[in-house]
């Protein structure tokens, strides 16, 4: 029994491993504690196959195991709540600020439904920013999908991506550099979550009033593309990992970490947990002198 006071009971193992009891406005319910690993989840290349693919693809995916018996359904009125936020979204501003830190006016005002699947149980809107000859240059992207016979749990996803360095380039004053910062990698992929976490899942339900079926996860990826019959690129010709020191890698066109943790984190405890698990990441990869002081 707990008493009358307690708020909050640490669980220390199970099917799903270390959590807690968690009493809120909707009773107890249980929440994960943080926890990193390099497992891939299920749905780590969805929303990949469009062609041509791009060169750079920064992303966050939230997989929710919702445990409910009620059919989740995407609304008329949930989809046009999410498509009004989009424009004033933080991944909308991370888009915008980096051709502005580059020098160039190239706001991420417009979003439109695709490039992937629209339905009752699927979401996907873009933007994107081009030079003046039209050529797609740097997007910003967010899908979600609900359960189906081939997915047990809801799946949402935000992301940047640099389609084409060369046609950014041209966007943006002459000479100046497309390769990204470690800073600006960290400002991306927290935007993604935030995006793919707090935004996405209210067009399918209020996710505080949800119970957990399973741990939910976040995976964050950083994946060099490109033309499928080529070689990919390492990650290091497109973002500066040059502060990281060396890594025995001869090449890294992708690095990923998975996260167990509550979708519902606070902004100041979600920064906490993406330092700690870039961090962690980085030096799974071989970059053994990261730490989070070059991520502050």
């Not at 997989?63 to 046009?80: F, G, H, K, Q, Y």
């Not at 501003?93 to 979003?111: C, E, H, K, M, Q």
């Not at 890698?249 to 979708?263: Q, Y």
Request: with cysteine.
């Amino acid at each position: 029994m707990f008493g009358p006071d307690e708020q909050r009971v640490a669980l220390e193992g199970g099917t799903w491993g270390k959590g807690w009891l968690v009493n809120g406005d909707y009773g107890w319910r249980w929440e994960p504690q943080v926890d990193l690993n390099f497992d891939q989840t299920g749905s780590a290349a969805n929303w990949t196959a469009a062609q041509p693919a791009p060169q750079l693809r920064i992303r966050a995916l939230v997989t929710l195991p919702w445990d409910t018996s009620e059919a989740l359904e995407i609304t008329p009125v949930r989809r046009r709540d999410l498509k009004d936020k989009l424009p004033f979204s933080r991944l909308a501003g991370v888009v915008t600020t980096l051709s502005r830190r580059r020098g160039a006016d190239l706001p991420a005002a417009n979003w439109h439904p695709g490039p992937n699947r629209n339905a009752i149980d699927a979401v996907s809107y873009s933007t994107t920013i081009a030079p003046s000859d039209g050529r797609p240059a740097l997007t910003g992207a967010v899908m979600a999908a609900l359960p189906s016979a081939m997915q047990a749990s809801t799946v949402t996803c935000a992301e940047i991506a640099i389609q084409d360095t060369a046609a950014w380039a041209a966007a943006l004053p002459s000479g100046t550099s497309t390769k990204l910062t470690i800073e600006e990698t960290h400002h991306i992929l927290l935007a993604a979550w935030e995006t793919a976490a707090d935004l996405l899942p209210a067009v399918a339900a209020d996710a505080t009033t949800m119970r957990w079926g399973g741990p939910p996860t976040v995976e964050l990826r950083l994946t060099a593309e490109g033309p499928h019959d080529q070689p990919r690129a390492g990650l290091d010709t497109l973002i500066d990992l040059s502060q990281l020191g060396s890594t025995d890698r001869s090449c890294l066109p992708t690095m990923a970490v998975t996260i167990t943790a509550s979708s519902t984190l606070k902004d100041t405890e979600r920064r906490r947990v993406l330092r700690r698990a870039l961090v962690y990441m980085l030096q799974g990869f071989g970059y053994v002198e990261a730490d989070e002081h070059l991520l502050a």
